[in-house]
C-alpha cells in the first residue's frame, strides 16, 4: 500500500507542478496587480450569499470533515460570518493551511482499458467546502478583469463544445455552396492537461 500511494504521490505531483511561468502567466499576474481591494470592494454578504445559492450538495467533504451541506443548512448569518473571514483572508493575505490542503484521488478515465497503466487515471482534488466557497466569490469578485478569446466554447459559462459543431457547420455551408474547398484538422487534446 505505501509503495502505491508513493507512486501516485509522485505521478500526480509531476502532473500538478508541470506548467512553468511563462508571458501568459505574467500577464495574468500583472491584471491582477492593476487591482486594488478597494476596487474589488472586498466581499460582502450578498456576494456570499449568491456563492451559496450555486454550491453544489451531494460531494464529498473535504479534509476538516465539512461538506457544503454544513454551510447550506446553517443560520442564515454565516453569510455574513464567510464575508467577515474571506475579507480578513483578502485584506492579510493569508489562507488557512485547510484551504491549500486536498485529498487527490485517481479515478479511471476507461473502465475498459488497462486499470494496470497510471495513465488511464485522472486525479480529482477533494478540497474543503469552505474553499471551494472562497474561490466562487473570489471568481466573482474577478471575474471582469478575466477575458476569453471568442474562439473558446469548452470551461466558459453558458457555452459548450456542441456551439464549437455549429460553428464548423456554419463554416462548412456558407464556403462549400460556393465550391470552395473546406479543410479541417482535429486534434485529440486528450493529454492537453498534463
Same mark, same amino acid.
Given at each position: 500500500?505505501?509503495?502505491?500511494?508513493?507512486?501516485?504521490?509522485?505521478?500526480?505531483?509531476?502532473?500538478?507542478?508541470?506548467?512553468?511561468?511563462?508571458?501568459?502567466?505574467?500577464?495574468?499576474?500583472?491584471?491582477?496587480?492593476?487591482?486594488?481591494?478597494?476596487?474589488?470592494?472586498?466581499?460582502?454578504?450578498?456576494?456570499?450569499?449568491?456563492?451559496?445559492?450555486?454550491?453544489?450538495?451531494?460531494?464529498?467533504?473535504?479534509?476538516?470533515?465539512?461538506?457544503?451541506?454544513?454551510?447550506?443548512?446553517?443560520?442564515?448569518?454565516?453569510? !455574513?460570518?464567510? +464575508?467577515? @473571514?474571506?475579507?480578513?483572508?483578502?485584506?492579510?493575505?493569508? =489562507?488557512?493551511?485547510?484551504?491549500?490542503? #486536498? &485529498?487527490?484521488?485517481?479515478?479511471?478515465?476507461?473502465?475498459?482499458?488497462?486499470?494496470?497503466?497510471?495513465?488511464?487515471?485522472?486525479?480529482?482534488?477533494?478540497?474543503?467546502?469552505?474553499?471551494?466557497?472562497?474561490?466562487?466569490?473570489?471568481?466573482?469578485?474577478?471575474?471582469?478583469?478575466?477575458? !476569453?478569446?471568442? +474562439?473558446? @466554447?469548452?470551461?466558459?459559462?453558458?457555452?459548450?463544445?456542441? =456551439?464549437?459543431?455549429?460553428?464548423?457547420? #456554419? &463554416?462548412?455551408?456558407?464556403?462549400?455552396?460556393?465550391g470552395s474547398p473546406v479543410d479541417c484538422c482535429f486534434l485529440d487534446?486528450?493529454?492537453?492537461?498534463?
Amino acid at each position: 500500500e505505501d509503495i502505491i500511494a508513493s507512486m501516485w504521490k509522485s505521478h500526480y505531483s509531476d502532473i500538478m507542478n508541470s506548467v512553468e511561468e511563462d508571458s501568459q502567466m505574467s500577464t495574468l499576474l500583472g491584471k491582477f496587480s492593476e487591482v486594488s481591494i478597494c476596487d474589488a470592494s472586498y466581499v460582502s454578504t450578498r456576494l456570499v450569499t449568491h456563492a451559496l445559492s450555486r454550491a453544489k450538495k451531494g460531494k464529498s467533504c473535504g479534509l476538516d470533515g465539512l461538506a457544503m451541506e454544513h454551510f447550506l443548512y446553517a443560520h442564515p448569518c454565516i453569510a !455574513t460570518i464567510l +464575508a467577515m @473571514f474571506f475579507n480578513c483572508c483578502i485584506v492579510h493575505g493569508y =489562507l488557512p493551511m485547510q484551504f491549500m490542503s #486536498s &485529498a487527490i484521488l485517481p479515478i479511471i478515465k476507461n473502465k475498459t482499458g488497462d486499470s494496470s497503466t497510471k495513465s488511464n487515471y485522472r486525479p480529482v482534488a477533494i478540497v474543503s467546502a469552505c474553499s471551494k466557497l472562497f474561490e466562487a466569490v473570489l471568481l466573482d469578485l474577478i471575474d471582469k478583469f478575466l477575458g !476569453t478569446h471568442d +474562439a473558446q @466554447f469548452g470551461f466558459k459559462q453558458h457555452h459548450s463544445t456542441d =456551439l464549437c459543431v455549429v460553428a464548423l457547420r #456554419s &463554416a462548412v455551408g456558407f464556403y462549400h455552396p460556393s465550391g470552395s474547398p473546406v479543410d479541417c484538422c482535429f486534434l485529440d487534446a486528450t493529454k492537453a492537461s498534463d
